[in-house]
């Protein structure tokens, strides 16, 4: 545990600090500490994941903490793995993304990102409910003030706002739940929760919902996910990546202890978390395919694979929930590990598209285009995020969604009808998220790095700095590895999914080794394969002058990029489907013509709208300022009305006090 709090204590000096030094070695030095936090928590943690013994401290802290109890067992471990490899690789791209705004920015921008983490690595560590609920408003207060780094523009300052409402809407929650827990557990340390909550009973059923509001909100589960795609435009690229990546991941991290402190959930809990996830993943990917602001469909798959997670944490459940340990096993496994696989390829992703914001001052795909030849290291890493994504083999997000498939199958034999169909309908429903995550990241590589510039001045655009195209290498050696060498997350994972899925008898491990390793070897071969190929091409080319031209283009003579498929054609079919579902409509920007003529259009635009937004949150919010202007003659500006409520408040506050004593 000493290791663990030693690479804390780098994490807060990187942090402090980046805060003295000078502007251009903010970045530096706090990837300094970050590195050294990396390298002790990792040293802290994958002993723990291997030998499944935890790690405990207490620390004795003033009113109203008190004694509080800190522990790295094997899930807490597992987070602060990710966390610390998020926070090195954030540490490492933000040198120099953050130099290109004013030195000002960066000198609060580090410290906040440091304290974002440290929250979030004794967040998985605590065992005591008031220092997690602390802790959990120090990380969402750092976050709020991370989104609000541009805070000069009217977007950014709205985003934010937003954000912070709905984690204080969860929080509210959160708050609601640990004192009813608390108050009938009769402690505040986590060791005295299983008792009420493993019960069963409407108590505990109560309790869990309540509790799981408010981490779903953290995680963006549907309905509770609108603020995501609105604060991780607004907040700058490194920051996307960790909120994205592993921020609402502490939303999981809840749900997992919960189910830790429960033990066998009852079944009708069980699906209600696999249908909700499954909804999530869904709504998710259809609306990421509608999205022409890159950072925005990034923002939408992580509703997408946060569906993906939950739906392997609900299969776990109903495994425990029917007795089927194997089925548990499989989708605890494949959800676990896919916290891991998104944490990477998200990150990945949202430092690719940031590259790209910095070099061509823009999100929308609609006007980029052709940025391959100007970026080439950046477009190959960010296919290698898109394929990982979309679940493609060889890269990791296959191995994950894989175990999932697994485990739905594993359910099937047995089964009655109506768990057969259920199961069948949510293979189904994986699968359909797969083909749309595959379509949306067609489209969005293709838009933006393919084809022509769409705008002139794009072309102009070149790969990012050092530091920023090291941490995405990191980021894409990890993906491919894991892809490759799937068996070799099966020592870390088996201890941690175990103590979820229980000892069993016929516990899938062997047959999952086998199966992994069936895979590493035909991925090695294709791979392999593919290499000798291009090997081959290169060198039947190396004598050879190889000259490019244009391919048929019916006899169009002009190349444009106004001539090739836009972002929105692309996805034309999919939007329609779901149009009722997305509610587009068209912006038509026109401008005086020729008198009795109609005018030109100039600029057309499609837009969407959220379905929770639309339907639920806008309403309320009309009903609640309706409901509000009834009094809006208290702010009357004139002051001695305000004078005149003062003294009727005080006096008020006299007789209460006075007819209380007497």
């Known amino acids: 545990m000493t290791v663990f709090l030693a690479g804390c204590a780098a994490v807060a000096g990187g942090a402090l600090l980046a805060l003295a030094a000078p502007a251009k070695l903010r970045g530096v030095v706090y990837s300094i500490g970050g590195g050294a936090g990396l390298g002790l928590c990792a040293a802290a943690a994958i002993p ?13 802290l003033p009113f109203p903490f008190g004694p509080v109890g800190l522990a790295l067992d094997p899930l807490a471990a597992f987070f602060v793995l990710i966390l610390s490899l998020s ?22 921008y580090y410290p906040a990102l440091g304290v974002l983490f440290l929250a979030m690595l004794l967040l998985v560590a605590v065992r005591q409910a008031v220092a997690f609920l602390f802790l959990w408003e120090i990380m969402s207060l750092s976050s709020f003030a991370l989104v609000a780094f541009e805070h000069e523009k009217e977007e950014t300052r709205k985003a934010a706002i937003y954000y912070l409402v709905a984690m204080q809407a969860g929080f509210a929650f959160l708050l609601t739940g640990f004192v009813v827990l608390t108050h009938a557990a009769g402690g505040v340390d986590f060791s005295a929760f299983p008792a009420v909550l493993s019960g069963g009973g409407p108590l505990a059923a109560g309790l869990f919902l309540i509790l799981f509001v408010g981490f779903a909100a953290k995680a963006g589960f549907v309905p509770f996910h609108t603020w995501l795609p609105r604060a991780h435009p607004a907040a700058p690229a490194p920051v996307s990546a960790v ?39 869904i709504l998710g990917v259809v609306y990421a395919v509608a999205q022409h602001d890159l950072k925005k469909l990034l923002a939408y798959h992580s509703i997408e694979n946060i569906g993906i997670i939950g739906l392997g944490i609900g299969v776990g459940m109903i495994g425990l929930s029917l007795g089927l340990p194997a089925m548990a096993f499989l989708g605890f496994f494949g959800g676990l590990l896919h916290v891991l696989n998104h944490s990477l390829f998200k990150g990945l992703l949202f430092m690719g598209a940031g590259s790209v914001y910095l070099q061509t001052h823009t999100r929308n795909m609609e006007k980029l285009g052709g940025l391959a ?57 994986l699968a359909l998220i797969g083909v749309l995550a595959l379509l949306c990241f067609v489209k969005a590589f293709g838009a933006t790095f393919l084809g022509l510039p769409r705008e ?20 894409a050696a990890l993906i491919v590895v894991i892809g490759l060498l799937p068996r070799l997350t099966l020592p870390l994972m088996t201890g941690l999914v175990s103590g979820f899925a229980g000892a069993a008898g016929d516990s899938p491990v062997p047959a999952l080794d086998g199966i992994f390793s069936s895979l590493s070897k035909g991925f090695l071969v294709f791979a392999a394969a593919g290499g000798a190929l291009l090997g081959l091409r290169a060198l039947l080319l190396r004598k050879r002058t190889v000259t490019e031209t244009k391919t048929w283009d019916c006899g169009c003579q002009r190349r444009s990029g106004r001539l090739q498929y836009t972002a929105g054609s692309f996805s034309w079919i999919v939007r329609g489907f779901f149009a009722p579902l997305l509610g587009f409509r068209t912006r038509v920007k026109t401008e005086a013509g020729p008198a009795g003529l109609p005018p030109p259009v100039i600029e057309a635009a499609t837009e969407g709208s959220d379905a929770v937004e639309r339907l639920a949150l806008k309403p309320f919010v009309k009903a609640v300022r309706t409901f509000l202007k009834f009094f809006s003659w208290v702010q009357s500006g004139n002051t001695q009305q305000y004078i005149l409520y003062g003294i009727v408040f005080l006096t008020a506050i006299i007789i209460l006090i006075f007819g209380l004593g007497g």
């Not at 723990?48 to 004795?60: D, G, I, Q, R």
């Not at 926070?87 to 609060?108: D, E, H, M």
């Not at 592993?246 to 033990?263: A, S």
């Open 456 to 475: 002139q001045g794009r072309g102009a655009a070149r790969d990012g700095e050092p530091f920023g195209l090291i941490a995405q290498l990191v980021t």
């Open 87 to 108: 926070n090195f690789t954030a540490g490492l791209y933000s040198i120099g993304y953050v130099q290109t705004y004013p030195a000002a920015k960066s000198r609060l």
């Open 48 to 60: 723990v994941l291997l030998s499944c013994e935890p790690a405990t401290f207490t620390a004795a």
């Open 243 to 281: 909120m994205s990546g592993v921020m609402i991941k502490t939303g999981i991290y809840g749900l997992l202890r919960l189910i830790q402190f429960m033990g066998n959930p009852p079944l009708w809990l069980s699906c209600f978390i696999l249908i909700l996830s499954l909804l999530s993943g």
């Open 373 to 429: 030849k100007a970026m080439p290291k950046t477009a190959a890493l960010f296919l290698i995020g898109s394929l990982a994504i979309s679940g493609l083999p060889l890269l990791n997000g296959f191995v994950s969604e894989f175990a999932i498939y697994l485990g739905l199958l594993r359910g099937l034999p047995g089964a009655g009808a109506g768990r057969a169909v259920a199961l069948v309908l949510s293979l189904a429903g």
